[in-house]
């Protein structure tokens, strides 16, 4: 399973909404999660099964989508928010990554 | 509180093997799929193996099998990646991650081991 994400790279400032895209190459379902990763540290599970924030995460944070067309949103980014994101499938087996996305902030 | 760390990284030769270990506390290691997950240098993540409660079921990214072995002991708490027959682009941050009960997402990361492969 191909994992289309978009953009590849996002440059917004301090209160902007921030959108990224994530697309399955079939149906999954809504096994999707997304993951933001800072240099140095360990991947943060944000988003599981599409929608369901992880506790801990910042509301800010939303999924949303099915099937094959899922989206990540950052309603205020914020400066800690700098960062790369995935999202990641887990209907089909192997488990397969989208390329990510980094977002830096102006 | 849940902990996951790996060891096992280093240098080694092309053809060479290695074995990661992660050892986690903090929650019932028996009740979870586990995985490793990898990312090489300037590269985005590759999740490369995953392994289910009892060992009853194992998976492989294709660009490993055959040449890796995902295992666990669950008596130990422990986590496995065999590594043989190392190439110049298995060289990377390997992360072992738990995977969340119902969600199936990977809700605890270690802090990643670095397995380098160079002559």
């Known amino acids: 399973i191909q994992m289309t994400q978009s953009p590849s790279f996002v440059s917004a400032s301090v209160g902007d909404r921030v959108t990224i895209t994530c697309r399955a190459s079939?149906?999954?379902?809504?096994?999707l999660a997304w993951y933001q990763h800072k240099p140095g540290k360990a991947p943060q599970l944000l988003i599981s099964?599409?929608?369901i924030l992880q506790s801990g995460v910042p509301s800010r944070f939303s999924g949303s989508g099915s099937g094959t067309d899922f989206t990540l949103t950052i309603s205020s980014l914020q400066p800690e928010d700098s960062a790369t994101y995935y999202c990641q499938q887990a209907n089909y087996s192997p488990d397969t990554f989208g390329g990510g996305t980094k977002v830096e902030i102006k | 509180e849940v902990q996951l760390v790996e060891s096992g990284g280093g240098l080694v030769q092309p053809g060479g093997s290695v074995r990661l270990s992660c050892a986690v506390s903090?929650?019932?290691?028996?009740?979870?799929?586990m995985s490793w997950v990898r990312q090489a240098p300037g590269k985005g993540l590759e999740w490369v193996a995953n392994?289910?409660?009892?060992?009853?079921?194992?998976d492989y990214v294709d660009s490993v099998k055959g040449r890796f072995t995902i295992s666990r002991d669950n008596a130990k708490n422990s986590l496995f990646l065999q590594m043989n027959n190392l190439r110049a682009e298995d060289t990377a941050v390997y992360y072992c991650?738990?995977?969340?009960?119902?969600?199936?997402?990977?809700?605890?990361w270690g802090q990643g081991t670095l397995v380098t492969v160079s002559s």
């Open positions: 991650a738990r995977t969340a009960e119902n969600t199936r997402g990977l809700d605890y």
């Open positions: 099964a599409a929608y």
């Open positions: 392994i289910n409660q009892r060992t009853t079921s194992r």
């Open positions: 903090g929650f019932t290691f028996s009740n979870h799929w």
């Open positions: 079939h149906n999954i379902n809504n096994w």
